[in-house]
């Protein structure tokens, strides 16, 4: 057993763990900056949509496509999701590694439900709409901006997945704990990025 492994099972753990040491701290920065690129890839993607919102080749518009009642179930899957990340890293800090990892698997679970409404809401608008990739410069902007979403939540619960079972093997350490902790960070950076699809993309959508 390392040392720190011997101090998250003796309970010695400091109140942040996740910023204990001198790695810790530098993961947190690193992902921040990390996250400043990501928030440029989107924000392209976002400007591509609106640019090519209107061009819908006669296919579907956005106002004849979309059903709100289907995306914003969705969205507060997402939202929740994100909250419950947030009850997790409390736990954390309060050393309670059992709270922390059904957290963790309340967060994993919302975010597969996401993605399967998800999923259903693509698969709707090919075979009921005849809304593919290529109808439409539209098409092509709006699955690439939520499709891209989309992966990152995939990757999110994969990501979250693995730490469980890093935390059930190793324990909550310092040097686990800055990985939840970052984890954490990109749930909400991705939550975040959904609050905006659902603004500009949908709402927008109905309402333009």
Known sequence: MTTAQAEGAAGT???????ATLEGRNKVLAFWLFLGGESV????L????????NQ???GPSANELFH?????AATFLLLVSSLTSVFAIQAMHRGKVAVLRNWLLVTVFLGLCFLVLEIYEFSV?????????TTSAFSSAFYTLVGFHGAHVAFGILWISVLIGQLARKGLTVVTAPKI????????????????????VYLLGKVG
């Open 68 to 72: 709100l009642p289907l995306v914003a």
């Open 46 to 53: 976002f400007a591509t949509f609106l640019a090519l919102r």
């Open 13 to 19: 753990l400091p109140h942040e763990p996740e910023k």
């Open 41 to 44: 890839l989107f924000g392209t």
């Open 181 to 200: 902790y970052v984890s954490a960070m990109y749930w909400h950076f991705i939550d975040v990025v959904w609050v905006f699809i659902f603004t500009v």
């Open 56 to 58: 819908t080749n006669e």
């Open 125 to 133: 608008y090919v075979r009921h709409e005849e809304f593919g990739m």
